[in-house]
Structures are given as C-alpha cells and as structure tokens.
C-alpha cells in the first residue's frame, strides 16, 4: 500500500502570507496526485489534480507542484476563506489520502 | 448542476448491518466510476470502495473486504454500499464521491455528496 504522509499537521499563518502544504508519497506515484479542501462541517472540494492542475471554480492563488514522490500544495496569499483542512491524495494505485494538514489565520 | 445525496445512516449496534444509498443527479451516472470514501470523527479521509459503470470491476480497502458490498442501480442513479457486521470503528460519515471522467489516466474524485452519519454503538 502507498502511504501519504503531510507536513505540517497544523499551520497558522498572518493573511496575505505565502503558505506550502508537503506531501510525501512512500513510492513514486508520477504526477498521480490531488489536493482537496475540507471546511468545517462539509465535504471535501477538488482544488488540484495531476499535482498542478487547477479544477474548475478554484482560485488562482491555489497551486500545485511536484512529482514522484515529493509535492507541495502552495497558497500565494492567504484569505479567511482559506481557513480549512488540506488533504492530498495519491491515486496512482487504488487511493490513499495524507492525514491533513489544518490551515489557520492568526 | 452536479449533486450527490447521501441517505441510510444512523445509529446501528455492533454486529448490525446498515445500507447506505446516493442519488446523483446532473450528470450521466451510467458513464462514471463511484466511490465511497469514510471519515471517522475529527480524522482524516479513508477510501472504502469503488464501482464502474458495468460492475465489472470492484474494490474494497482491506478494512472492509468481506463485509462490506458496494453496487449501482443505473436505472435509478444510485449508488450504494451494504454494510455488515458493524464494528465501533466504522462509525464515520460515509461519502459517495465521483470518480473522474474516463481520460485513459487514473482516476481522482472530482465531486462528492455531504456525507451521511454512521454510528456503531451499544
């Protein structure tokens, strides 16, 4: 089985600020990776698949980048609206996501 | 509008069984894969199953294999998962979420429902 691992667990940054999630695949998995957004309350929302491409609807501010086995999911500048938990997803054998990474505003 | 809709949780005991269902809507159910994916109290996401359109192809995560069984009714855009001999560590909220569209590569979830509460207690 692939297993995700994410860095930081939590991350309390000052809006505005440059934010990067890492994600750790324990094998490499090409560019077989998603990032999606958990608000509190509600069900996961696609922001990234391929490891850098942008779903429909999401901001640009969101990006993505990696491959292998090391990615990074980054926010350029950080809004209330970001206020979330940040899960990647490896789908390159069966899926397996990373234990999140929550996102707070100091 | 893409819309997924979760119903059949509840408060089951251990050893119970429970059948979740998930009514789509605003697309064509019979061309995509389905998911269920689980997420127990203040955890993180567990995949638990997949189906294709022609239920050839199935899979579980091993936490479930062998008591759990996922299907589709076409005719009804539905999706659900039968759920047998319940254990406490079951309980969570029960998503379907929909597989990404055939494009020869792997397969992401691009839409998911608002989940429905599944609790396994005495």
């Known amino acids: 089985d692939i297993q995700m691992t994410q860095s930081p667990s939590t991350l309390s940054a000052s809006r505005g600020d440059r934010v990067t999630i890492t994600c750790r695949a324990s094998?490499?998995?090409?560019?077989?990776l998603a990032w999606y957004q958990q608000k509190p309350g509600k069900a996961p929302n696609l922001l990234i698949y391929?490891?850098?491409n942008l779903a429909s609807g999401v901001p640009p501010r969101f990006s993505g980048s990696g491959s292998g086995a090391e990615f990074t999911l980054t926010i350029s500048s950080l809004q209330p609206d970001d206020v979330a938990t940040y899960y990647c997803q490896q789908y390159d054998s069966y899926w397996t996501f990373g234990q999140g990474t929550k996102v707070e505003i100091k | 509008e893409v819309q997924l809709v979760e119903s059949g949780g509840g408060l089951v005991q251990p050893g119970g069984s429970l059948r979740l269902s998930c009514v789509v809507s605003?697309?064509?159910?019979?061309?995509?894969?389905m998911n269920w994916v689980r997420q127990a109290p203040g955890k993180g996401l567990e995949w638990v199953s997949y189906?294709?359109?022609?239920?050839?192809?199935?899979y579980y995560a091993d936490s479930v294999k062998g008591r759990f069984t996922i299907s589709i009714d076409n005719g009804k855009n539905s999706l659900y998962l039968q759920m047998n001999s319940l254990r406490a560590e079951d309980t969570a909220v029960y998503y379907c979420?929909?597989?990404?569209?055939?494009?020869?590569?792997?397969?992401?979830?691009?839409?998911w429902g608002q989940g429905t509460l599944v609790t396994v207690s005495s």
């Open positions: 391929e490891a850098s």
């Open positions: 189906i294709n359109p022609t239920s050839s192809t199935i």
């Open positions: 094998q490499r998995i090409s560019r077989w």
């Open positions: 979420a929909r597989a990404s569209a055939w494009s020869g590569n792997p397969y992401y979830f691009d839409n």
């Open positions: 605003g697309f064509t159910f019979s061309t995509y894969n």
